[in-house]
């Protein structure tokens, strides 16, 4: 019900956009998002935004990364800018509707020379 895409490979400094859309029998949002896991590590959250485009960031990616949220086209994108190592992990799409936390499949991002 969620797809997500955009992960890959970049060098540390680089830049990558990930994105995410909901399916059509997701009939109600309220919240998108995105969530990493790295590996030995709990799932953490990374940023969120509401359909008024209340945002939230995790510290550590603050000044970074830009998330935006389409709520006639059910998406939500990453922008991820100086991408450091611990940036590493499997990125998570979330979306939240009527009491309902709907994930994506997960995509991998690797920041790596």
């Known amino acids: 019900q969620l797809q997500a895409s955009g992960g890959g490979l970049v060098q540390p400094g680089g830049s990558l956009r990930l994105s995410c859309g909901a399916s059509?029998?997701?009939?109600?949002?309220?919240?998108m998002g995105w969530y990493r896991q790295a590996p030995g590590k709990q799932r953490e959250l990374v940023a969120t935004?509401?359909?008024?485009?209340?945002?939230n960031y995790a510290d550590s990616v603050k000044g970074r990364f830009n998330i935006a949220i389409d709520n006639a086209k059910k998406t939500v994108s990453l922008q991820m800018n100086s991408l450091k190592p611990e940036d590493t992990a499997v990125y998570y799409c979330?979306?939240?509707?009527?009491?309902?936390?709907?994930w994506g499949q997960g995509t991998q991002v690797t920041v790596s020379s």
């Open positions: 059509g029998s997701i009939f109600s949002i309220n919240v």
């Open positions: 935004s509401t359909i008024f485009g209340d945002t």
């Open positions: 979330k979306a939240y509707g009527r009491g309902t936390d709907y």
